[in-house]
């Protein structure tokens, strides 16, 4: 490994070698550079801001991102984006109704319904008997916030970081449109996803990296709602904003790993062959296109390096183990996706997204949100000290939810200790953390029942439109033109939700 | 300022993106009277002699004051609403009005007039048509056209781009030894008449219509659609006009007598994603399908972003909202039911057998029709047989033995059954159609064991006898679970009808029928209800007394496998939700197959065996005689005679089973009565405005001409040859696919808010010459890849890269990354592995593992042998996780209809070329090759494997490095036996276990790197 290029970044030069370069601008490529390094080896070239473990920073010195971008100066440098897929129960976790208690097993007043629809699974249902919660709830924090602190101990531990919103709602009532909704602001497949946007109009700070990553995990208890690729995708934005899936384990990103038998040091070879070749080949035709590929071929080569080592937690000292859970040990698990997370942030990944399966509790609810919860609680709660330890909570913005909610009536079998919940798209919980949010509060309100908002509501656009405004984007003015059309995130909605802002 | 405002080019793109918003076709949102999209609008008076556009005088028109003034009240467009006009575009503005301020309509809408042939002044070089308008503004702005490939160059351009696979080094030297004239012509013949030629047509035609092997949504379940993809292929090897491809794919089961074949085109439509998700409402996908079906109808055929208009009028093109249900109204009739099926083809479907398949079928037929003639040639034996019989042992039968076939369970209620068991009340025996019956008094039923066959998805038949004391609202019998979602089955009387339920979930899950005849209490009627497996309501049928009942289906959303309900208990005289039934049941028998209707007429006789033996012949009916004769043949014939009837009855169900098992296609079906079609307001499903009826956009509507108003008039429309949009979009797609950009970069979108065509007069000259030529497809490939201007070497001089970055003036020839599909299917290739097997169902080739698995509820079944090397046309496509290494290459999600492609150039597309599992096991295959076939020396590898990866033969400078790099790779391997063992072991093919593993894996890497040189992957 070339030691000298420790300190010895890849020089800027425009946007050629950033990560998923199209070749819009080829000319600014630094030909010579690549090709100068390709006769000495480039092995080891450019690896130093990925071995380095210096935060970047979060100005666009890449100058990949928009014009103008950021819109002003932003209180969140990244987004960690903590996506809890199946749609978790309110009712267990942040909007304690204790009144339910006298009325479990009685109906639902009609009133509460006012008319309006219900999921094709539970529209033929006979009867509508309130669930109460099984669990007591209790007042955490300096604030008295109350959390379900049997589900979530380790959460309630850091309810001081958490701003708990009580009053998100959405439009869709069933998983793959409100999941579709919730990442690209449209319940039909084909809008670019949230960090597919962020990555057109910010760029990427870390050149050596995706803007957007994607981490997938499945729940203990099994089986959960699917996930698609277009839940990371980018629409009809360029494919290179899409999000780059990592994982854990042996090979991180897909296709990463040379053949068996074909050694580093044979695939560096190979690729100075084809480096040379292509050189020529370009001398002759003159086309662009060919030095952008030099390029990408190189940085393939440092991601062979320079991905497995991010992802490779076993540097780690026990007392990040004492943080996340001996879990996040395990590729493939929630806990070690958050702990990836924060190398990720450390590398100044823009926008990275964990999706955890597992919260559709239509029977057995208690049973799903206990799983669910040991999966994820303590993980979640370390990730959030863990980056307050390292200074970076303030503009690290962490969002933690689902696509939607569940309904306070029943679903299936009601017994004292069982009972399901059908999805609830009028109000739910989600928290934010970090990145500017106010800290320690407890915002919206919703109705006795948890079935409608009474106070504050905070529609998924909103959502959308606060998380670009804290990384200094304004919401209307990041756009897209498509089909004749200038798109954008928040279609024609969304409003920052000023007052959970610090 | 030079030259004069062009109109359509330089004034309608402000006022569209400017001003359309509140001054444009949107009623709803225009701010103020004021309409700036028509030229009433434009030139009409605003009152008090206030004129928008005063045409010569720029200070008398509103406009300019408005888009000048200082008055931030004033001042258009709004601050507020973040649109400015630059200086430029003011006085651009200003100048189109002093000079006249001339006005037309948008020029896509404008219809097509064939333009003269520019004269040229290299006049030797245009080789067609398209050649003189490409020159003639090439030279305009000063360039010359570049030179013509070179052969090597050439045959391998247009090999790849017209059969997708390059030129094998054979293919090159033929063509370099044919110096005659016409060369090139006849390579390009020979590659058109490939069946190849079609499976390469097919690609972008399968992006632009969605297709998938999957539906798309939540657990995105399979489906077959794979005939409708052989159309396709097999309409462009038989070079189908244009015309007809639309008619067929829009429209084909309206035409007369439509063949098989023209239904299966219509599956164009259905390929769209379609939920199956329980919790959805019906009538909101009813909606979003035909959504769908006119915005991929509009895209592909007209290129108009139609689906703006669906919540309001079009903001920028003259759609309206209410023009835009009326197209729904030719997409919404269809006999679907708005809920998909979870794991299989959704109504409407056919059974499609191939040409095979069809011939098996018929001797199948044949089969049966043989059998019945051996058994009817015996018949007076068999009868005086069967005499004798009838006098002698026929008093020992039992109903048991009759018609047992696949008869898992009797039950006689003659107090011999095993397995009845009573569950609640005091249900009795009472003398009943044969012996006793079970005897409910509406407080009681029966548990009978059954096996866990009555589920959705399989085939199986319920029949008995039934004498209702009541017809009051009750359940007859049930095999249904106690919960919410209450799967199974149910048998119930409801205000007097049978109604029969089959349930994997209340009330999203649900097949029912009821007849429409009322039974009346105290007589029995013998029920027989059958299941086809088809997840259908109409594969559900009732029988009265041995026929058919004329019925109704009430629900058809029965769309889901039924997992849960396979253990629930069967109750006779009741169910788990409603009343008990009060009457008898008798002589039930349940089945694991669908009885015929013969089988059921017999098993509705009111009479047992012995007793129609004991009566006279000519007072037995036709049915009775059928059932003592079917006893007699199956159970006490004469062994020969046992085995004619035996063979019938295989030959019946073997039939049966290899008709379940074709193919099926979805299809479109019209429904009797079509739907009544609603604008919805905001687009929204449940809000509906006011009724439309069919009826064409106004804009495009073709005067002197009347097309009928169902698909197949809009299809008709569509390609009558004087749509201004048809012949425009599709040469453009043409003409995208050899070149990379359509002649109108935005191949969506031709409207107003589209990009103005780089050539309008070539685009307009292809659009004429296509219908001209009677839509012949062939001859459009044809006119094209012989132009001069495809034909031109693809070097890039600086200073085309400085003038012409994106080559809009077309100053050289393609040069272009392989798209995915493209990339494996020629490593696939050279490698010697890939086959050559066109059409058929989808394959599964390698795939990271658990790559599904991870995300999904489906497990990926990789296919083993000759379907991991098949064209990747043919590699299934999961909607929602789309082959990784071909998402990563940009191929199109078809999640939803996509006509123009984007090629990006990301080290993780080096990451896939290098290292996925087909590209090394290819390189693998070629490394054998390369020690096989290229000579035994270095120097003689090098040139072999080089000529097949690039068509030409190294240049010196290249040889020695590829010399020396093969040495590197000698030099490794020679040392390394494990890792030589390891790396030629990638893959499932045969290994030559007669070459040295060292020189195979040094081979194998020196294919691994020649795949990944940009020459190769890159068509040149």
Redesign the interface.
Known sequence: MNTESKNHAVPCDGECHNYGQLSENPLTMTRRFFLGKAAKGLGGVALASLLNDNLLAASNTAGNGLPGLPHFAPKAKRVIYLFQSGGPSQLELFDYKPTLKKLHGQEVPASIFNGQRLTGMTAGQSSFPVARSVYDFEQVGKNGLWMNTELMPHLAKVADDLCIIKSMHTEAINHDPAITFFQSGFQIAGRPSIGAWLSYGLGSVNENLPAFVAMTSNGTGGGGQPLYDRLWGSGFLPSKHQGVKFAGGKEPVLYLNNPDGMSSEVRRKTLDHIAAMNQMKFDDYGDPEIETRIAQYEMAFRMQTSVPELTDVATEPESTFDLYGEDAKKPGSYANNCLLARRLAERGVRFIQLFHRGWDAHNNLPRVESRQSNDTDQATAGLIQDLKQRGMLDDTLIVWGGEFGRTVYCQGELSPEAYGRDHHPRCFSIFMAGGGMKPGISYGETDEFSYNITENPVSVHDLHATILHQLGVNHKKLTYKFQGRHYRLTDVHGKVVKPILA | MSGKVDFSREILPIISDNCFKCHGPDANTRETDMRLDTREGVFGDLGGGYFPIVPGKPDESEIIWHISTDDEDDLMPPIES?LSLSSEEKSLFRQWIEEGAEWKGHWSFEPVIRPELPEVTYQNWPRNGIDHFVISKLTEQGFSPSPEADKTTLIRRVTLDLTGLPPTPAEVDAFLADNAPGAYERLVDRLLASPRYGEAMALPWLDAARYADTD?????GPRDMWRWRDWVINAYNQNMPFDQFTIEQLAGDLLPDPTMDQIIATGFNRNH?Y?S??????EEFLL?NAVDRVDTTSTVWMGV?MG?ARCHDH???PFSTKEYYQLISYFNSITESG?AVKFANSEPWITTPTDKQLELLLKKDERIASSQVSLHSKQSEIKAAQKEWEKSEAKNTTERSFLDEGLVRYYSFDGNDSGVNVMQGNPWLSSGMFGTAATLDGDSHFVVDCDPILVTEYRWSISFWMKPDSVEDSVIMSRQEI???RPGITVELKDGHLQFYVMT????GVGAVETHEKLVPGEWRHVTLTNDGSYRAKGMKIFLDGQEAQSRVLHNTNSNKDVSAKGAKFRVGGGV?GNNYQGQVDELRIYDRTLWDDEIAQLAVPARIQEIAEAKQKYRSTAASAKLQAYYLNNDASEEDQALANSLFDARLKRLKFHDSLPKTMVMEELGMPRETHVRRRGVY?DRGEQVERKLPKILSLSNDSFSQDRLGLARWLVSGKHPLTGRVTVNRYWLKYFGRGLVK?A??F????DRPSHPELLDWLADEFVRLRWDIKAMQKLIVTSATYRQS?????TM?EKDPENVLYTHGP?Q?LSAHISRDQALAMSGLLVEEIGGPSVSPYQ?DRYWE?????KYDQSDGDDLYRRSLYTIWKR???P??M??M?AA?R??CMVSS?R?????????L????AF?ESARNFGQRILLEGGSSIRDRVVFAFRTVAGRSP?K??QS??EA?YR??RG?YAE?A?????????GESKLNENLNPKEL?AAT?FA??LF????VV?K?
């Not at chain 2, 693809?794 to 600086?798: H, K, L, Y």
Request: net charge negative; aromatic share 4%; glycine share 4%.
């Open positions: 973040e798309g949504y939540q657990n995105d994603r939920n998700e329980s919790g959805l409402v019906p979003e972003t703006c903001k920028y093109d809920r919960s919410t979602t979930r209340w009330i999203a939700v449940h935005t969506e979108d409207g107003i808010q589209g693809s070097r890039i001089s600086p890269l040069r990354r990271p991870d995300l999904s509820n489906m929602t996780l789309p990784p290494s998402a990563v940009d999600d999640e939803s984007t990006t150039n990301t080290p993780l597309q080096a990451l896939t290098l290292n996925e599992k090394v240049k400078t290249e490095l590829l790099a590197d790779y490794f390394d494990e890792s030589a063992r390891k790396l030629i072991g990638v894996a890497t691994n790197m990944n040189l940009d020459e890159t040149e």
